[in-house]
């Protein structure tokens, strides 16, 4: 099953499982806390795919980062133990990839916040992984986030919308090697 938060994420990743001749369920989670929350618990292999954003430099807006671990201030961190062969796989399909934990924050992190979550440990933020982690209930698990924005080039700017289409199609391009590795 693949989680997705976004319409336009579960779109991509859909386009990415029939191109790539999957058969993985795609989800549209809802976006943020409340509908990550409400969201049924999940057995079985589940992947975690959509965007975020880089709180550390290095990272650049299209790139993938593969979460070692998830957490929130109101959840404690959850692994996730096959990070590292997601990753892998993903770099072999020729995408560039960074592991490291991924903060859930209730809103977008900016300025200050993304500091401040780099300061904690995280590499990335997004707005749902750790409260969808915590509904799932057995089984492989990946969380899989493609970069729209860094310190240095915040989602608020005019390009946002060029690297919002990148992320779609990186999400549609990596959905299919995700599925394999994670089912």
Known sequence: MVLCPLAMEARAARR?????????????????????????????????VGMGGAVVGGIEPGDVVVATEVSADDVAP????RAESVAKSLEAAGFTVYTGPVASVSELA?????????????????????????????????????VTDTPAHELRSLTAPARINRALRTIRRLTPVLTKEVC
Do not use: F, N
Request: proline share 9%; hydrophobic share 40%.
């Open 78 to 81: 959850i692994a996730l133990p």
């Open 16 to 48: 990415g499982i029939r191109r790539g001749g999957g058969d993985a369920t795609v989800v549209c989670t809802g976006m943020g806390p409340k509908p990550s929350r409400r969201l049924e618990p999940q057995y079985g292999p589940v992947a975690v």
């Open 110 to 146: 900016v300025g200050p916040r993304r500091q401040d979550l780099a300061d904690r440990g995280a590499v990335a933020v997004d707005m749902e992984s750790a409260w969808l982690m915590e509904r799932h209930r057995g089984g492989p698990a990946a969380v899989v986030r493609v």
